[in-house]
């Protein structure tokens, strides 16, 4: 599949929640967009999923239009969406179970991925016995079961304590290593989108790209270590300025 | 911390108990209060001739028939009518007013109506059982049908579900932890619509033996009967305790907006 995502999208008069935004993503880039609360980051990536239709504009993927959810997409939401009343192997087999998977395969390819994200001996957990890492992981296995090509993610670690962030992050560029997929990852933390991201698009309050840039930092990547070296800083530094610029350039409208 | 305080907790309870029990005896033994209040003594023979002669097992059987009968019907009749009515947002916005309104009325006042249609027998105090545990069960069911939480839905969308997938994956489960959440509660409450109806109007069960023995003045026997009640309670209360614990783990939260309460 030839992932190139194309966004354009103009929102609504009343509220404009992105306003004609505009790229292509490439197959197997690891994207981040950043910006601040309420920039529209959060709606880019349910028009992506096709959770959310655009109300101008449109999304393509790989050439064809994008009307409603499809398979060959993960998508990680901030808040846990485990089903309470199934244990960690059988929510992670859910997406098997959604394509019609039959129950031996499912069962084999959802203890891979138990393995692959380090819950061995919590499969037959439920989720409220989880602590917040581990349900963490759980949802991480159950978007990866399915080998989507696209990966989806919002804020996945925000609600996280900074250890564990840092932890899962390392986790989940591991686990993106050179497997092709394509992330497009979206957060409000400036330092977590340079660390993990080939790419940085900073969304502005209004819902406009404001800055569009390349890291240029060598991969692997230990999201700790990178955070130290020069050139994270001259990253950081530019990029902040264009977030200020933004916010700044504006008269502060009352949402 | 807690396998020290436990022991502790219950040897005060039993000193509580105890110091109860002996304050009872000797207030009984003032002049004229055995008359009011009997006395431990008392009882304690009233409930060893009771259960020598047949009497307490069969009233307590009684009691008990009528209190599974109410709510095995009730709890099945509020998990179909939750699920019928659940999902169809217009006919519940249509018939709400009316179940509140049902609901709202106190379940005694409904006893004298249940003896013009079911006599005086067991069926009516098992029917009032009924009605009391139909409602919670009703309301947790419905709850539970309307108020998945959307994320959940929209996480399962985005695996590609079919409607079909959506209900049978998300909303059903939701509803029937919901459901069960109400069939839990009701359990106590099925004891006390059968126990009312046996007040009311009867020949048989721990309620008759309460209401006759008071009509004889015999405050001895009311007591043995309370206590009789009060441990059969108990029991049904250790029952919710133990369905809770087996259940706790995946049931979820149904936020009850519809019980009015």
């Given at each position: 599949m030839e992932a190139v995502g194309r966004v354009f999208f103009r929102g609504g008069v009343e509220?404009?929640?992105?306003?004609?935004?505009?790229?292509?993503?490439?197959?197997?880039?690891?994207?981040?967009?950043?910006?601040?609360?309420?920039?529209?980051?959060?709606?880019?990536?349910?028009i992506i999923a096709g959770l959310i239709a655009p109300t101008s504009g449109?999304?393509?993927?790989?050439?064809?239009?994008?009307?409603?959810?499809?398979?060959?997409?993960?998508?990680?939401?901030?808040?846990?969406?485990?089903?309470?009343?199934?244990?960690?192997?059988?929510?992670?087999?859910?997406?098997?179970?959604?394509?019609?998977?039959a129950a031996a395969e499912r069962t084999s390819k959802a203890r891979e991925l138990v393995e692959l994200v380090g819950l061995r001996g919590r499969e037959r957990a439920y989720p409220r016995e989880l602590s917040g890492g581990m349900a963490r992981r759980a949802s991480l296995a159950r978007m990866l079961v399915a080998d989507p090509e696209l990966l989806?993610?919002?804020?996945?670690?925000?609600?996280?304590d900074a250890q564990l962030r840092v932890e899962m992050q390392n986790e989940l560029l591991r686990l993106?290593?050179?497997?092709?997929k394509t992330v497009v990852f979206v957060t409000h933390d400036l330092d977590e989108a340079i660390a993990l991201g080939d790419r940085v698009v900073v969304l502005g309050a209004r819902g406009r790209i404001v800055r569009d840039e390349r890291i240029e930092l060598a991969r692997p990547r230990d999201v700790v270590a990178i955070r130290r070296s020069p050139e994270f800083h001259a990253i950081e530094a530019r990029l902040w300025e264009a977030l200020s610029a933004d916010r700044y350039a504006e008269p502060a409208t009352v949402s | 911390m807690n396998a020290k305080r436990t022991p502790r907790i219950f040897?005060?309870?039993?000193?509580?108990?105890?110091?109860?029990?002996?304050?009872?005896q000797a207030l009984s033994a003032l002049h004229g209060m055995a008359f009011y209040i009997s006395s431990p003594s008392a009882i304690w023979l009233r409930e060893g001739q009771w259960l020598a002669d047949g009497t307490l097992l069969f009233h307590t059987s009684i009691t008990v028939e009528e209190t599974l009968g109410g709510f095995v019907l009730g709890?099945?009749?509020?998990?179909?009518?939750?699920?019928?009515?659940?999902?169809?947002?217009?006919?519940g916005e249509v018939v709400d007013p009316f179940i509140i309104a049902v609901y709202s009325i106190p379940k005694v006042a409904l006893a004298p109506l249940f003896i013009v249609w079911f006599g005086v027998g067991i069926w009516m105090k098992?029917?009032?059982a009924t009605v009391t545990v139909f409602f919670i069960v009703f309301f947790n069911?419905?709850?539970?049908?309307?108020?998945?939480?959307?994320?959940?839905?929209?996480?399962v969308w985005l695996m590609g579900a079919s409607s079909r997938d959506v209900l049978l994956k998300v909303i059903v489960p939701h509803a029937l932890s919901a459901a069960l959440t109400g069939v839990r509660i009701s359990i106590p409450y099925a004891l006390i619509g059968a126990v009312v109806g046996e007040l009311i109007a009867s020949n048989r069960g721990i309620g008759y033996l309460i209401s006759s023995a008071a009509s004889q003045f015999d405050t001895a026997g009311v007591f043995a009967a309370l206590i009789v009640l009060t441990i059969l309670a108990t029991i049904l209360n250790a029952l919710v305790n133990f369905v809770d614990r087996r259940t706790s783990v995946w049931k979820v939260d149904a936020n009850l907006s519809l019980r009015p309460n």
């Open positions: 509220q404009v929640a992105l306003d004609a935004v505009s790229l292509d993503i490439e197959d197997g880039s690891f994207v981040c967009f950043v910006g601040p609360s309420g920039c529209g980051k959060s709606t880019l990536l349910s449109r999304v393509t993927n790989g050439g064809t239009a994008v009307q409603g959810p499809r398979p060959g997409v993960g998508y990680l939401t901030q808040k846990d969406t485990l089903l309470p009343w199934r244990d960690v192997l059988r929510n992670i087999e859910t997406p098997l179970e959604i394509r019609g998977v989806l993610l919002d804020e996945p670690f925000s609600a996280l993106w290593g050179d497997s092709g | 040897a005060w309870r039993l000193g509580l108990f105890l110091a109860i029990v002996a304050v009872w709890a099945v009749a509020g998990v179909v009518a939750g699920f019928v009515i659940g999902p169809q947002r217009e006919l098992i029917i009032l069911t419905v709850a539970g049908v309307r108020n998945v939480d959307p994320d959940l839905i929209n996480a």
